[in-house]
């Protein structure tokens, strides 16, 4: 029985500030805040979309691995 998985999502970080950004254009410090998107391409149709940020040329996507491991199981 597999117990443990990864998935690969992305963020988008502004490149001088760090900050990480959301669909609704807030910036967070925090990357769990930040809405993941599943590949590159994705955040690209963002960037350059309707609701693109100002100056989307100042954002990068970055990369993060997100695991789920199967606890133990709870006596009911």
């Known amino acids: 029985?597999?117990?443990?998985?990864?998935r690969i999502r992305y963020?988008?970080?502004h490149k001088e500030n760090g900050l990480?950004?959301?669909v609704m254009n807030e910036m967070s410090n925090?990357?769990?805040?930040?809405t993941r998107?599943?590949?590159e391409y994705e955040i690209n149709l963002f960037l350059?979309?309707?609701y693109k940020p100002d100056n989307p040329e100042q954002y990068r996507p970055v990369?993060?691995?997100i695991t789920y491991e199967l606890g133990d199981q709870i006596e009911t």
Not at 1 to 6: I, S, V
Not at 30 to 34: I, L, Q, T, Y
């Open 37 to 39: 998107w599943k590949d």
């Open 11 to 13: 963020v988008i970080q």
């Open 30 to 34: 925090d990357f769990m805040k930040a």
């Open 48 to 50: 350059n979309g309707y």
């Open 63 to 65: 990369k993060i691995t």
């Open 1 to 6: 029985m597999k117990t443990q998985d990864e």
């Open 20 to 22: 990480f950004l959301n």
